[in-house]
């Protein structure tokens, strides 16, 4: 299996990275190297995300994983610092809002990360530029937290979420009964 995103590259269990370097963004690979992989327990990566500065993965047993710069959060390490993280590294759940949840699709944008969930729900983590995080708030995620609110039109009349898609500041959600929702920025207007 081969799967290309941005510029990491997924195949037969092992990561490959070209472009801008792991170590800082100020030099850039010409030819794919290899990203450590090892992981316990017979673990291995089955999806990536590749974001503007950093890249998410997701494991076989549910864990996601990023690398890349931690800045504004975007890593989901529970601090916001500019540094660069080089190999997969679990993100923290610090407020446990993933606990017995199964993930089913990493997003990896500008400064801004967010994860799908079964159960139809949304987390999102690193910076809140322009709403891209799905709350009223301009306040930086460091670890990730739902969108869900009682009072958000999403989930009126026991409307769920069934997909997500995420660019750069915004992300698109596809909800069970086909409206589209969208949060964050989209060129011109807020949605």
């Not at 931690?70 to 923290?92: E, F, K, W």
């Not at 530029?129 to 670890?143: D, E």
Request: charged share 10%.
């Amino acid at each position: 299996m081969l799967l290309v995103v941005a510029s990491t590259i997924y195949c037969a269990n092992n990561v490959y990275s070209f472009g801008a370097t792991r170590t800082d963004a100020t030099t850039t690979a010409t030819t794919p190297s290899v990203i450590s992989t090892t992981l316990a327990n017979s673990d291995y990566f089955v999806s990536v995300a590749a974001g503007a500065e950093h890249t998410l993965f997701l494991s076989s047993k549910g864990v996601v994983y990023g690398m890349g710069n931690s800045a504004g959060g975007r890593l989901g390490q529970g601090v916001d610092i500019n540094t660069y993280i080089t190999t997969p590294t679990p993100i923290v759940d610090t407020y446990g809002v993933l606990q017995g949840k199964t993930v089913s699709s990493i997003h990896a944008g500008n400064s801004t990360s967010s994860i799908f969930t079964t159960d139809g729900n949304v987390y999102t983590f690193g910076t809140n530029n322009n709403g891209a995080l799905g709350n009223i708030s301009s306040t930086v995620h460091l670890a990730p937290l739902s969108i869900y609110d009682s009072n958000f039109v999403i989930f009126s009349s026991g409307r769920t979420i069934t997909s997500i898609t995420q660019s750069g500041d915004t992300v698109m959600m596809i909800c069970n009964d086909g409206i589209i929702f969208g949060f964050g920025y989209n060129g011109k207007y807020y949605f």
